[in-house]
């Protein structure tokens, strides 16, 4: 049933209803909306609602119309993200803004076959790894897999390249020995979908599991086997479109694309896509992979072969490498266009972000020279990676790429540690971008903060003198930030897309009539000398930039370095209601924050919602900065709605 609380019922009043639903076992989701509050509940007893509809502060009751409850969108409004762990700390999200794939073969046919998949499967990209031990054949006569060996192949092979691993079970009794072997997620297979007994035990387990339609199953009796996992005590339900037995031969099964928005409206669970079983045929699967994407799927599970000629089971579904690689990268081009990204794999990181530094400094010491690696937006010379200097005092390389986007996904990627996000300019403002860029990408934390000065300098190839020169170039932003200058000499202004680009333009054309506004460093790096140092019209001028790293197991804040934090920066949403931010900041007062910065940005996809984005002063006799953000955190709770600590750091 779904209760609709009164606009006005009072926090003890919501406690007493949850109490009274939880006495007769009920679960019960809280959904805060614009208007008013509702509780869904579900629970196996039947309750009369009119119990439920006399207490104070319910203004009604209603009861879910579906057969399926817990799986009901009724219950849960918003749409489920199931979070997988690897074993490299990364948890990948199968639900959310990223799509996934799960790629390898049909069976697991031997270690060699399996560890030569998992390369290939990881090479083009996918996230997950797939390969049957137990395999639910049609004929008895037919390879039956490997059993146990099977998963152990299949774990090894996962754990070589950070790829969680996903199998069928095709009966309760073989639990312990997958857990034993580590399985990730659980396969449901379509022949098993509606085996209750192995669903209810499945579910008790509560550990992620993909959920096969039936041959011929429809979407109710579908929904209907989830709800036996959900009410079973798991909340990790995935659901995967396989294709369904229809008159039409051509292909193995007739893939139901329209199953996927069917069930957005349905169900707040994932969907998920397996062509390879659907079609049954090579070349058909690529084609339905994207359109199951483009029509709203979470991911991909795909059959892949080294050797798909030599396959034991569905020889002829199993992709080439090739193939599948092809289909990632048509992922990579899809993804922007329905408002995704593609999830990937972090590279292995044996180290926290505090040990390696450390580990860089001793490595200094040692005379190795493995550094950390830093990303910044724009080429050498710019100020962004003049900040990756300052801030790492030279331990760390700055590696340069093409956007701030850019950067928060080599981030996430773990392609490198660290990220130089520019936040705000005292003269030219919030760089609202990066602002969303924070919100959007949930896991990564804010470990630090810097801010440099921004001094231009004119700079001009060896033997050129403020007299020489006609032509400056600089990004527009430089040419306005020395406006005076430029005028005072009667310099004509060409635009470039970078400070840095403007500089390398004037050494490689090398003539007098030319120079360069950027940041002095740039001499030295394109072969320039200064003809005047500090140009700018004011002085003070500074950029604020902020670093990132990708969050670790357990979304706590990540840490850079040993030192006290004083600064943190906050996310938090209001309720739509007269008053909500003056409340919430009442909080920050109590707390004694002093607020640095407070920014509001609308959110992606609900008109008229906003984030608010706020960097707060710890003062100096809190003794334990962490715990006092965490307990804040809990109070602002009760006036704030969604709230994320993006970062806990010193600056
Ligand atoms: C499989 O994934 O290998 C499989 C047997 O799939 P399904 O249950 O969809 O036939
Ligand atoms: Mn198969």
């Not at 550990?207 to 959900?230: D, F, H």
Request: glycine residues 8%; aromatic residues 6%; neutral net charge.
């Amino acid at each position: 049933m779904v209760i609709v609380l009164k606009n006005d019922a009072s926090e003890s009043e919501k406690k007493n209803i949850k109490n009274l639903l939880k006495s007769k076992n009920f679960k019960i989701n809280e959904v805060k909306g614009e208007e008013s509050t509702i509780l869904a509940a579900v629970g196996k007893l039947s309750m009369d609602v009119r119990e439920v509809e006399v207490l104070p502060g319910v203004e009604k009751v209603v009861p879910i119309s579906k057969p399926y409850k817990l799986a009901s969108r009724e219950f849960k409004p918003e749409n489920s993200i199931i979070e997988i762990q690897n074993n490299r700390g990364q948890i990948i999200r199968v639900g959310g803004s990223r799509l996934v794939s799960i790629g390898g073969p049909c069976a697991v046919e031997s270690r060699e076959q399996m560890l030569a998949a998992a390369a290939a499967v990881s090479a083009a990209g996918a996230t997950m790894l797939r390969g049957g031990a137990y395999k639910p054949r049609t004929s008895p006569y037919a390879f039956q897999g490997l059993g146990e060996e099977g998963l152990k192949y299949l774990k090894e092979a996962g754990d070589k390249y950070g790829l969680p691993v996903v199998t069928e079970i095709v009966a309760a009794e073989y639990i312990p020995l997958m857990e034993d072997n580590g399985v990730d997620v659980y396969q449901v297979g379509a022949r098993n979908m509606q085996n209750f007994e192995l669903l209810k035990r499945l579910g008790k387990l509560g550990k992620p599991v993909i959920l096969k339609r039936g041959l011929c199953a429809t979407i109710q009796e579908w929904l209907m086997s989830a709800e036996y996992l959900l009410s079973s005590g798991t909340d990790k339900v995935i659901l995967c479109e396989r294709g369904i037995r229809t008159y039409e031969t051509a292909t193995r099964n007739t893939l139901d694309l329209s199953a996927i928005p069917v069930l957005r409206s349905l169900t707040h669970l994932p969907i998920i896509v397996d062509p390879s079983h659907a079609v049954g045929v090579r070349d058909k699967i690529p084609p339905m992979a994207l359109a199951a994407l483009a029509a709203g799927a979470d991911g991909i599970i795909v059959e892949v072969h080294c050797h798909p000629e030599q396959a034991l089971s569905d020889a002829a579904q199993a992709l080439y490498p090739e193939q599948f690689d092809k289909i990632m990268r048509d992922m990579e081009a899809l993804a922007p266009v329905i408002g995704k990204q593609v999830a990937h794999i972090r590279s292995e990181r044996k180290t926290s972000p505090t040990q390696s530094i450390q580990s860089t400094q001793e490595s200094k010491k040692n005379g190795t020279d493995e550094k950390i690696k830093c990303a910044f937006s724009g080429k050498k010379g710019a100020y962004a990676e003049q900040a990756v200097i300052n801030f790492f005092d030279d331990s760390a390389e700055a590696v340069e790429v093409n956007s701030f986007d850019e950067i928060f996904q080599q981030v996430v990627d773990g392609k490198v540690q660290y990220g130089m996000i520019p936040i705000e300019n005292s003269t030219a403002g919030s760089i609202y971008n990066n602002y969303d860029n924070l919100t959007r990408y949930e896991d990564v934390s804010i470990v630090g903060a810097v801010t440099i000065r921004i001094e231009h300098s004119l700079l001009a190839p060896k033997g050129a003198t403020l007299q020489t020169v006609k032509n400056v170039y600089s990004h527009p932003q430089g040419l306005a930030q020395c406006s005076n200058f430029i005028k005072n000499h009667g310099y004509h202004c060409v635009d470039t897309v970078s400070t840095a680009t403007g500089a390398q333009l004037v050494a490689s054309k090398g003539e007098l009539e030319n120079a360069a506004i950027c940041n002095a460093r740039n001499a030295e790096i394109w072969g320039l000398e200064v003809l005047q140092q500090g140009i700018e019209n004011n002085p003070n001028n500074y950029t604020r930039f902020v670093i990132i790293a990708a969050n670790h197991v357990g979304s706590e804040p990540l840490q850079f370095e040993e030192k006290k934090p004083n600064r943190a920066s906050i996310l938090f949403t209001t309720k739509n209601e007269a008053g909500a931010l003056y409340d919430a900041l009442g909080v920050f007062k109590n707390a004694n924050l002093s607020m640095n910065r407070l920014e509001s940005r609308p959110i992606a996809g609900k008109p008229w919602k906003y984030w608010f984005y706020s960097d707060v002063v710890i003062q100096n006799d809190v003794a334990n900065p962490k715990e006092f953000i965490a307990d804040f955190k809990e109070k602002l709770k009760k006036v704030a709605e969604d709230i994320r600590v993006l970062g806990i750091y010193s600056e």
